[in-house]
């Protein structure tokens, strides 16, 4: 296993893995560039928790519990530093010091439990009709494939310590475009085949939902989530110019957090234009 895979599974999974030997820049981007292939490991637990026959509030709950355990909840915890950051209306060091603080504070805390209810919701309006499993497999995909996005010269590092300083601005931003590209063409390829599997709504079933159906219709499962990827992507980085504004760059938590509103949208999207 390379030091790059050791890097991005060790970082940005829960899974046990040996300690990459060295860690330099042409590492730490490689290891972002490899950030998609964690979201594809992600998916295999947590897609097969989806077929079971449980009600589909309770399999949403419990995939989202179960995604939060194998990342470490890492991003969840930097999207709840970064909302503490931007919600306390300072800028620079004064922002950063707020982020840094052991406790979570009032907008960490909102920010969470909307955050996580509207995943929730969305991943149970999904699995009733049978799209759950492609499309948290294509918000896996596409959330992690915002990664190499944010570590190009675009965003510079915050601090001058952290996680951020050995990811900000090692990804070539050709490289991270074709990152992202392949991250969200691969996720809406499986999903495509795993919601035609699943799909149990009023649309014809055809030779895949991301194709004409047999009526000649264009269903909406095949438009949701390529919006949903623009979309989300969209915001990804929406977030990392606010932060970047406010905070004098991007942090460890703020790639978190960019993870974690690239994947919320990802399930919202298309719960919102599914019929």
């Known amino acids: ?25 042409r590492t730490a981007a490689r290891a972002m560039l490899l950030a998609p292939l964690a979201g594809l490991l992600l998916a295999v637990p947590l897609v097969l928790l989806l077929l079971l026959d449980v009600p589909p509030l309770l399999l949403a709950a419990l995939a989202v519990a179960a995604l939060a355990l194998l990342t470490r909840g890492l991003h969840l915890d930097g999207l709840a530093d970064t909302a503490d950051g931007l919600g306390s ?71 001058r310590d952290g996680l951020g300083v050995s990811f900000a601005g090692v990804v070539p931003t050709v490289a991270a475009a074709g990152s992202a590209l392949v ?5 809406l390829a499986l999903a495509a085949l795993l919601t035609d599997m699943q799909y149990q709504g009023p649309l014809p079933r055809s030779t895949g939902y991301f194709w004409f159906a047999g009526s000649g219709e264009w269903p909406a499962v095949a438009l949701a989530v390529p919006i949903a990827a623009a979309v989300a992507v969209a915001a990804a980085l929406l977030l990392a110019r606010r932060c970047a504004a406010r ?16 994947f919320t949208t990802m399930l919202l999207v298309p719960a919102l234009l599914l019929p």
């Open 89 to 159: 209306g300072r800028t620079g060091d004064h922002a950063l010091a707020v982020m840094r603080r052991s406790d979570v504070g009032p907008f960490g805390v909102v920010t969470l439990a909307l955050v996580l209810l509207v995943q929730v919701a969305s991943l149970a309006v999904l699995v009733a009709t049978g799209t759950g499993p492609g499309v948290l497999l294509a918000a896996l995909l596409v959330s992690r494939g915002v990664l190499p996005l944010l570590c190009t010269a675009a965003f510079p590092p915050a601090r």
């Open 247 to 262: 905070f004098g760059g991007l942090t460890g938590d703020t790639y978190g957090a960019g993870v974690e509103v690239a």
């Open 1 to 25: 296993m390379s030091d790059a895979l050791r890097l991005c599974l060790g970082t940005l999974t829960a899974l046990r893995v040996p300690a990459p030997t060295s860690v330099d820049r």
């Open 183 to 187: 991250a969200v063409v691969v996720g």
